[in-house]
């Protein structure tokens, strides 16, 4: 059952202080209200996994490892292979994470990572059939919180996108109803790179890329997910605030343009 | 795809204090989805740790029955009911007035009986109906609908089998008289302009249903005069 969270450990009057300097139009770290702090991807620092990605988000960091392996497709879709997210908030990151299984905010952030690469058709799932109705191929997507300085969600989606851009897997060919590996690796069908970015709302002002502080005083986030196309593939709202319609559409129209230059930028790394 | 306009709402039935045992609860039917929804509280919370000092804990379970469904559903929790119960109770929670409430738990439980694309909003519908049948103060009654993108063209209110081979689905929950948007998913393919679109005709389907909760409400707590008293009333304002 979903409760309302404890409140934030902030002493109140640093909430207030942090609030006012936000509601003047200013951050707590200088930055301006559209500007994204400075996104450092590192791409297969995990050599056993199929592809990984360190992302650092200011201070956030956030690891994503990516295996692939052989399954049963489900059964309305045959011929396709399975993508599965899944999101850990590792104890060491921060003094509340608790082991155990995973808690609403873990299961919302890893459901909006999944939602982003699968609505987007950011993997060619087809390419990922062995035979149809009976293998194919597993793409597991973990991510990994290791240090948590707010903006989970924005660092995770792009660890993973990351760590797929990184994968590599065995060529492989089907003989006689086995799997059959060669010595080659190929690398993931990509098709799309989705980005999300997240915009919190403090008093009336909105922030984007908020850090820990700026989570505690918000009143509710929105998390918009693009594609290439400028498409816009996924959005998720939390929190106990309210967004009128205008703020939404205000919101969408600047992640869309934040979402194609750090595009950009993950791509520059890419290739 | 079943005869309607493009911004045309399925059909919806709503009825107010269903069960008896509950301190309040609505039933709706929206299309073929067939929902209940209860409140207990506010009551004392337990285990008490988790109380909070200036407000009521609301706790939310949303939750499809295993025959809900075409196919079986297995009973325990999904993480998909895990998110939406956090997502629901993320857009009630704003029209609560929990304040008045220290110490104290509000739960919210919403079963789905029958599933028929856009049960979370259904559910969010249904939810704030039981909230207030259940004379917890409200700051507003809020509405659920969906838009969505079918062969290219925005639509209302998704049905099932639209929604499956529908190309983006745009949840929503809205309280009218303080415009304010407390539940905003999407998934699957939308340009910005679609967006927008899509976001109005959502909006606009959250106030129709929105006048339709406040019908359901007059018809349970009307107040019925009989012969005598309406003579009397007659006569107080003559």
């Known amino acids: 059952m979903s409760a309302t969270h404890q409140p934030s450990p902030l002493a109140k009057l640093e909430q207030k202080t942090i609030y006012e300097i936000i509601v003047k139009g200013k951050r707590i770290d200088d930055r301006g ?80 990572v999944d939602r982003g690469i699968r609505e987007s058709k950011a993997i060619d799932l087809q390419k990922l059939c062995i035979d149809p109705g009976k293998k194919v191929f597993v793409v597991f997507v973990d991510v990994y919180i290791l240090d948590h300085d707010g903006n989970l969600i924005d660092a995770a989606g792009m660890a993973a996108l990351g760590a797929l851009v990184n994968a590599k897997m065995q060529e492989w060919e089907l003989k006689g109803g086995e799997v059959r590996y060669k010595d080659s690796k190929i690398p993931l069908p990509m098709l799309n790179y989705p980005v999300p970015i997240t915009t919190v709302k403090v008093g009336n002002s909105l922030i984007v890329d908020p850090c820990l502080e ?6 509710c986030r ?50 | 795809m079943d005869g309607r306009r493009l911004d045309e709402l399925r059909p919806l039935k709503l009825e107010v204090g269903v069960l008896d045992k509950a ?62 119960s956090k997502v629901i109770r993320e857009s009630l929670e704003p029209s609560i007035m929990s304040e008045y409430y220290p110490r104290s738990t509000i739960d919210l439980f919403i079963e789905v009986l029958q599933a028929d694309a856009g049960t979370r909003c259904a559910g969010i519908t249904s939810a704030s109906l039981a909230l207030a049948d259940a004379g917890i103060p409200l700051r507003e009654l809020v509405a659920g609908c969906a838009a969505g993108k079918i062969d290219g063209r925005v639509v209302l ?23 304010a948007i407390g539940l905003l998913q999407m998934d699957g393919s939308l340009t910005e302009d679609e967006l927008k679109q899509a976001l109005d005709m959502g909006v606009g389907a959250c106030r129709t249903i929105y006048e339709m909760q406040k019908d359901a409400l007059r018809r349970k707590y009307h107040v019925e005069h009989d012969e005598a008293e309406k003579e009397e009333i007659a006569e107080v304002k003559a």
């Open chain 2, 23 to 84: 301190d309040g609860s609505a039933y709706i039917e929206h299309g073929r989805n067939k929902i209940l929804a209860a409140v207990f509280g506010p009551r004392e919370a337990h285990p008490k740790h988790i109380a909070l000092a200036d407000r009521a804990v609301v706790r939310c379970r949303y939750h499809m029955a295993p025959f809900s469904t075409d196919e079986r559903k297995s009973p325990a929790p999904s993480r998909r009911e895990q998110e939406l």
């Open chain 1, 33 to 112: 209200p559209s500007d994204y702090r400075q996104l450092t991807l590192t791409l297969g620092t995990v050599e056993k996994a199929n592809g990984s990605a360190q992302v650092y988000l200011g201070k956030t960091k956030v690891l994503a490892g990516v295996k692939v392996q052989t399954g049963t497709p489900f059964p309305d879709t045959p011929n396709e292979g399975i993508l599965t997210v899944n999101a850990e908030f590792v104890p060491l990151a921060y003094p509340t994470f608790e082991t155990g299984p995973p808690d609403e905010n873990s299961i919302e952030l890893a459901r909006v």
């Open chain 1, 214 to 219: 700026e989570e505690q005083v918000m009143s």
């Open chain 2, 157 to 179: 209110d998704l049905s099932d089998i639209e929604d499956k081979k529908g190309d983006a689905d745009l949840p929503i929950a809205y309280m009218p008289k303080s415009n």
């Open chain 1, 222 to 271: 929105l998390t918009v997910t693009t594609g290439k196309d400028d498409d816009v593939c996924a959005m998720q709202k939390g929190g106990l605030g309210t967004f009128t319609p205008e703020e939404i559409k205000q919101i969408v129209s600047s992640s869309i343009q934040k979402s194609r230059d750090l595009r950009t930028k993950i791509g520059s790394k890419v290739n």
